[in-house]
Structures are given as C-alpha cells and as structure tokens.
C-alpha cells in the first residue's frame, strides 16, 4: 500500500505564498497514477485542486486556481509539490495530497488508492 504525508501547511496573508510537499512511500507497482491535491473548508465538501501524471506530462487545475497555483513532481524523491501563490482568504483549508488511478486524472474523482493526513492551510485578509 502506498502511504502519502503532507508537509508545508501554515498561515499567512492574503498574497502570500505557501509550498506544500507530499511524500509518497510503500508499494505501488503501477505504471502510471495520478497524484492530487485536495482540500476541504469547514462544512464543505472536499474538493479537487490540481492533479498530475506520475510522469510529469499532464497537468489539471480547477478554475479557482489556476494560474495562483503549480503542481509539480520529483520522482527521485517521490515527491509531489503544490506551489500556492497570490493565496487568498478562501483558499483556507486543509489540504490532503492524493493517489489515484490515472484515468481518474483531472476528474477529481475521490475515488483513490490513498489519502494523506491532510496539512492546514489558513489565509488572513
């Protein structure tokens, strides 16, 4: 089983910016997968932020973040980042990185072979 840990959570201001890191370990033998981000606002549901392949070639961003935030990978050190720039009051939440089937890429399909434990992010106006 693979087991995903998120770092790089915090707190700032609004226009700030954050970097959050997910570190992927354990077996997987999947050619290719999907890493995502994604978090979840008190009493929201949990929503997709941005995804990528296993090789780095297909990039998804939901609307709300597109061009704020960059996804990016580093698989010799099996690692996922999410770059968050410009950040805003309702970016706050907690953000949980994700593996998942690569045909589930972009769909933001919850439907994933595992969960991180989730980071805090909090944005002040």
């Known amino acids: 089983q693979v087991q995903l840990v998120e770092s790089g959570g915090g707190s700032v201001q609004a226009g700030g910016s954050l970097r959050l890191s997910c570190e992927a370990s354990g077996y997987y033998s999947r050619n290719n997968y999907c890493m995502g981000w994604f978090r979840q606002a008190p009493g929201k549901e949990r929503e997709g932020v941005a995804a990528?392949?296993?090789?780095?070639?297909?990039?998804y961003y939901v609307d709300s973040v597109k061009g704020r935030f960059t996804i990016s990978q580093d698989s010799a050190k099996n690692t996922v980042y999410l770059q968050m720039n410009s950040l805003k009051p309702e970016d706050t939440a907690m953000y949980y990185c994700?593996?998942?089937?690569?045909?589930?890429?972009?769909?933001?399909?919850?439907?994933?072979?595992?969960w991180g434990q989730g980071t805090q992010v909090t944005v002040s106006s």
């Open positions: 994700a593996a998942q089937h690569w045909g589930l890429c972009g769909t933001w399909s919850k439907n994933v072979y595992a």
């Open positions: 990528i392949w296993s090789d780095g070639t297909r990039r």
